[in-house]
């Protein structure tokens, strides 16, 4: 009778170790795949799917030994971000031409939005179009003037709605959970019936 409950004892710290090494384990493996991936200097996800970069706006970026450059096509304007290139200190009072298939508009500055605004329609309505884009513009202030090449990327498809459909994602598998419960449970339940009937 001792070596039976002995033995019993020793079953359900075994039960109890290989559950505990399953659970673990489980968790392991869907923490490292649930894991948030790379991240850029401002915070973006560099390991994201296409389709869900394809929810951004389009934007376009350049530089030259003086000026960097970012554009963010907006639906009712274009958006231009220019900083020195070795301070990255924003240069406000500068003029911007932007040049697309001959036909060009100036930028104005936004102290509100502190970036240059473009809202000629005509241009909007041909950036708007899905395709590359290729873009000159032309940066003059006081002390210098630059020429910039730059492509804005408008083939994906931009919508509204997340769709979950091809999404890759894991899910916590409940089920084992509730499983391994209800077999530690009447591993439990067991060795104290059985240690009742003994004693």
Not at 85 to 93: M, R
Not at 120 to 128: D, G, H, I, T, V
């Amino acid at each position: 009778m001792l070596l039976n409950l002995f033995t019993l004892q020793k079953l359900q710290a075994m039960v109890s170790a290989l559950l505990l090494i399953l659970f673990t384990s489980n968790f392991i493996v869907f923490s490292l795949q649930a894991s948030p991936g790379a991240h850029g200097p401002n915070g973006e996800h560099l390991d994201t799917n296409n389709q869900a970069q394809a929810l951004v706006n389009p934007k376009f970026e350049g530089f030259t030994e003086a000026y960097e450059l970012v554009g963010e096509l907006l639906n009712d304007q274009v958006l231009i971000y220019l900083h020195d290139f070795e301070t990255n200190v924003p240069v406000k009072n500068a003029l911007i031409e932007l040049d697309l298939d001959g036909q060009v508009a100036q930028a104005n500055f936004s102290e509100q939005l502190g970036a240059y605004s473009l809202s000629e329609q005509a241009l909007l309505s041909k950036l708007q179009l899905p395709g590359i884009h290729e873009i000159i513009l032309t940066i003059t202030t006081e002390d210098s003037g630059d020429l910039l090449f730059v492509n804005l990327d408008n083939s994906k498809v931009h919508t509204a709605e997340l769709s979950h459909g091809d999404e890759e994602h894991v899910h916590f598998p409940w089920h084992m959970f509730g499983v391994a419960l209800a077999v530690f449970a009447g591993g439990v339940l067991w060795g104290r019936q059985m240690k009742g009937s003994k004693a």
